[in-house]
């Protein structure tokens, strides 16, 4: 599941279970030896755990022999051969560490190292996995635990908020960093997040120093989002997003997207205005019902007096409305201006219809493109201004 949640230390403490009984051998398994010996890894742990104990290291094999004669050792499957090292090995516990990391013939290959004494009966047998989604074995990892339903596999899911130890409030914000997939596999623990979705594609949008000046330019805004909380760590964005056409080709100018009070959406929308210049038409998303005319009409009256400015209600599916910029940026025809909030916006994109993350993005850019197709231009000021 999510990293952070304590799966690789709480499978140390499992292979130490049984460490006081005599012939008990237990094997912990990464894909490479750095993977092992990397600070924090489970090396680190284990010495940090047992060197103040009566434990004693031995580095040539890897492994901690404890008084009662008991191991544990660590080791590594880089190659898919080397799952036969341990072919006259007998382990009462063996733990893959990452196990989307192996492939799965490594995995099932290693239950044959899997034995007891008559007389150790009371030691149970053990295989026991920690993971995060995606890597290489993803998929076969997924099927075998987390849409099995045969008994003895069982599937746990990890949280960050598992971890008492962990400053989640300063992880999350570094997961924040992340793409998409990886943020929502990392954070959330998602296993069933794709790679791509299928609407669009990053290498689609071509991204250029400027637009033409003479271009015609709209602002579309989504004011969706609401302040990060306790309660929601990852609500909605206010997202505008300023899009302008010339010559058959769409240009994505600009996008600007905050987490909010209501008064700082609305100064947030003022000053973006005031930037633009009022060359720029401004449109909203208009929320349905009588609630979503008075806002509309608030923006109008109060936000943006002396602007041209639109309230649009949204029709249609999200994946409806989004089809005729994903048609022109298949065609080569819609091109990003050099921005820092151009990786973000591509993440976004390429994930769009697989149900994670967020779509503000996308939805303004479906109602800028809608905008310059179907309202014809009021004004042509040179940049915009």
Request: hydrophobic residues 35%.
């Amino acid at each position: 599941g999510a990293a952070g949640g304590g799966k690789s230390f709480g499978m140390f403490l499992a292979a130490l279970q049984y460490v006081d009984e005599p012939g008990y051998a237990a094997l912990i398994l990464r894909r490479t030896f750095s993977d092992l010996s990397l600070p924090g890894a489970l090396l680190d742990i284990s010495q940090q755990q047992l060197a103040p104990t009566d434990a004693d290291w031995h580095a040539q094999s890897n492994t901690w022999r404890f008084p009662s004669g008991a191991t544990l050792t660590f080791g590594y499957l880089e190659r898919e051969a080397q799952k036969y090292r341990y072919q006259s090995s007998e382990f009462q516990f063996v733990g893959f560490d990452e196990l989307t990391q192996f492939s799965e013939s490594q995995y099932r290959y290693l239950f044959s190292r899997l034995r007891r004494l008559k007389s150790a009966a009371h030691v149970p047998i053990r295989m026991r996995t920690a993971s995060n989604p995606g890597g290489e074995g993803h998929d076969w990892v997924r099927a075998r635990f987390v849409d099995s339903n045969v008994a003895g596999r069982i599937f746990l899911p990890s949280k960050i908020s598992d971890n008492p130890h962990l400053d989640e409030a300063e992880y999350r914000k570094t997961l924040e960093n992340l793409d998409p997939v990886e943020r929502e596999r990392l954070m959330n623990g998602d296993w069933s997040v794709r790679e791509k979705g299928s609407m669009f594609h990053r290498e689609w949008f071509e991204i250029v120093d400027a637009a033409p000046s003479n271009a015609r330019r709209v602002r579309f805004w989504d004011c969706a989002g609401t302040e990060e909380s306790k309660r929601n760590r990852d609500p909605d964005w206010t997202c505008g997003l300023r899009m302008s056409t010339a010559q058959g080709i769409y240009y994505i100018e600009h996008v600007v997207r905050k987490r909010l009070t209501a008064a700082g959406v609305d100064a947030l929308v003022k000053q973006t205005a005031n930037n633009d210049g009022r060359g720029v038409c401004v449109y909203m998303e208009q929320e349905p019902g009588s609630a979503g005319k008075r806002a509309i009409d608030y923006f109008r009256r109060t936000v943006l007096p002396g602007y041209v400015f639109r309230g649009v209600p949204s029709t249609g599916s999200k994946m409806v409305r989004a089809a005729p910029a994903a048609s022109q940026a298949e065609a080569g025809n819609v091109k990003l201006v050099r921005g820092n909030w151009n990786d973000k916006f591509l993440d976004e994109v390429e994930v769009f219809g697989l149900d994670i993350g967020h779509d503000d993005q996308v939805d303004t850019m479906s109602g800028a493109f809608d905008a310059l197709l179907k309202h014809p231009p009021l004004m042509r000021v040179a940049g915009g201004r």
